[in-house]
């Protein structure tokens, strides 16, 4: 027991008030989607998920959500397939190039959606010409704004594996390159590369700002337009994805104490 | 001029010394393979980060034409434009003050639980998710609370008689952008500001009892000047954070510019604003000056923080 924690009673009010605070927006959601105009209570809003008759005002949605899925899944190739293996290249090969490379991946952190979205419109002018205007160009995008929550997932893993021996003891005993990185380093860092994918597909999930201003079609835009017909669908939307990631940050949490345990 | 003669001088006597420059020769023969690997990442980050970047920050300046201009970064100066950046500014230092304070109230209340604990758990999970909901389904949590048809607005009404409404629909509004924002900035106050909170060690406090201090003067003498750069620095943060946001913002108000992304979302959208054209650009550019020196200043006073964190 922590000596400098406060008193249980000063702990049951701090955690009572703030628990009201962020409990009753979500419980009150719950009841705004269950609570019918005359008063009763139905769950009939959330059985018209799988009515027919509702099929055309869900079909953003589902459009929406298919997108994202697709991009989530794009954006994890570019973490796991580009991100990756230049983070083990930088810590094996070029260990002085390693500040240089934080600062590149921590630096979309200071830069507004809002205010990259301003330059990626030129450049998303150009890839709607070249590789048309589907949505799933904006994985690229994606994958810088989740480039710092998946480098640190990453080297949290990293640094906390000897890769350099790892290397030279595969290398010594004739294992090539791609052999090293599949199936020497890849496991020992699974953790990291598990918390990064994970991650990088609640983002994508969550992201409104670019896909909005460069008019693309995802799950978040599309609640936007399902609003203006029916208000009670979005919040019933809301509230599943908010489960959904809660789950996904606990999954996210086991496997960052997985790597915490390896380490000590 | 000297320094040019010497490193010619140098060059000219490595190449000319024998066995040198074979072995130079050979140990670069490796590395050059290995560069290769870095291209691909350095030309997705230089395409869609460094390029992006720059051009919203360089658009400001150019006329649509492709001609120079100081007319957009001029607009800077509007009092329109001004009025915007101070409400956002407001609504940033404000929520980014009562995120702080109740965080790290929050955080205080923490210790007391076992850092492997399911509660513990519980409450890590659920700040790294509502640390992270600040965008469109948010604002629908909050119209469906205390919005024309909300649960808590309707119940405010028909049973105290209450109208939250009275002055205006204000969630729709500027002040509506308060409680939202403080929905995400207390969890992300926890995960910043818990670490530092967390490496105050035991041994410190039971120093203090063995020297006949209380417990307040522990936390006057000893913890609140350990922690008040690790506060400020996540304070800043929390100003970054709620000044960059846009979407709660956007799905709140569809209309009207109360906030600068807002205000760009308007230029982005219709051709010209205040009758100036590439206008997103200097507000783009107005933007991240403002958070890049507050960024700044947070990884400064991070890394002073960081040293009690060893």
Do not use: H
Not at chain 1, 191 to 220: C, D, K, M, P, Y
């Amino acid at each position: 027991m922590n000596p400098l924690a406060p008193s249980r009673v000063t702990r049951s009010v701090i955690g009572v008030l703030v628990g009201a605070f962020f409990a009753i927006p979500l419980l009150a959601t719950l009841l705004y989607t269950v609570r019918m105009p005359d008063g009763t209570y139905s769950l009939a809003r959330w059985a018209g998920l799988f009515d027919p008759g509702m099929a055309a005002t869900l079909k953003p949605i589902w459009t929406g959500l298919g997108n994202s899925l697709l991009l989530a899944i794009i954006t994890v190739a570019i973490v796991l397939l580009i991100l990756a293996p230049t983070m083990i290249l930088v810590n094996l090969r070029f260990p002085k190039l390693r500040p240089a490379f934080e600062f590149a991946a921590l630096l979309p952190i200071s830069i507004p959606a809002i205010v990259l979205v301003v330059g990626l419109a030129p450049i998303y002018l150009q890839i709607g010409r070249t590789l048309g205007t589907g949505a799933w160009t904006l994985a690229f995008a994606y994958g810088i704004t989740v480039l710092p929550f998946a480098y640190r997932s990453i080297q949290a893993s990293i640094d906390a594996v000897d890769m350099r021996t790892l290397a030279e003891a595969a290398r010594s005993l004739g294992a090539g390159w791609p052999t090293v990185v599949l199936k020497v380093l890849a496991p020992n860092l699974r953790q990291g590369l598990l918390a990064a994918s994970l991650i990088s597909v609640a983002v994508v999930l969550g992201e409104f700002t670019i896909a909005s201003l460069l008019n693309r079609q995802v799950f978040q835009t599309a609640m936007v337009v399902v609003q203006k017909q029916d208000g009670y669908l979005p919040a019933i939307f809301t509230l599943l994805a908010l489960l959904f990631c809660f789950v996904l940050l606990l999954v996210i949490g086991r496997a960052a104490r997985g790597t915490r345990k390896a380490r000590s | 001029m000297t320094t040019i003669t010497q490193e010619r001088a140098d060059a000219v006597a490595s190449a000319l010394s024998p066995g040198s420059a074979p072995r130079a020769r050979v140990r670069r023969s490796t590395p050059s393979w290995a560069w290769l690997g870095l291209v691909p990442f350095a030309a997705y980050v230089v395409l869609f980060l460094a390029v992006p970047t720059i051009l919203s920050i360089g658009s400001g300046f150019f006329a649509k034409d492709g001609s120079f201009t100081w007319t957009n970064v001029a607009a800077l100066g509007d009092p329109l434009v001004l009025n915007t950046f101070a409400n956002s500014a407001g609504v940033s230092l404000l929520t980014a003050f009562v995120g702080a304070l109740v965080g790290a109230l929050v955080c205080y209340a923490m210790l007391g639980l076992n850092p492997e604990g399911v509660v513990r758990r519980t409450v890590d999970a659920a700040a790294g998710v509502l640390a992270q909901f600040g965008g469109v389904m948010l604002a629908f949590v909050f119209i469906a609370t205390i919005g024309i048809q909300g649960v808590v607005k309707v119940f405010l009404q028909e049973s105290f008689g209450i109208d939250i409404f009275a002055n205006g629909t204000w969630l729709y509004e500027l002040p509506g952008l308060i409680l939202p924002y403080i929905y995400f900035q207390v969890p992300l106050m926890v995960i910043t500001f818990m670490p530092a909170l967390a490496a105050l060690k035991p041994q410190w406090s039971e120093a203090n009892l063995a020297l006949g201090g209380t417990r307040s003067s522990f936390w006057l003498r000893i913890g609140i000047p350990v922690l008040s750069p690790s506060f400020l620095a996540s304070l800043l943060l929390l100003f970054a954070n709620a000044f960059s946001s846009y979407a709660t913002a956007a799905a709140l108000a569809s209309q009207g510019s109360q906030i600068v992304p807002l205000q760009i979302r308007a230029a982005l959208t219709s051709e010209t604003v205040l009758g100036r054209e590439n206008l997103a650009g200097a507000l783009a550019l107005g933007m991240i000056v403002v958070v890049g020196i507050v960024m700044a200043l947070y990884s400064l006073i991070q890394r002073r923080a960081a040293r009690w964190q060893a």
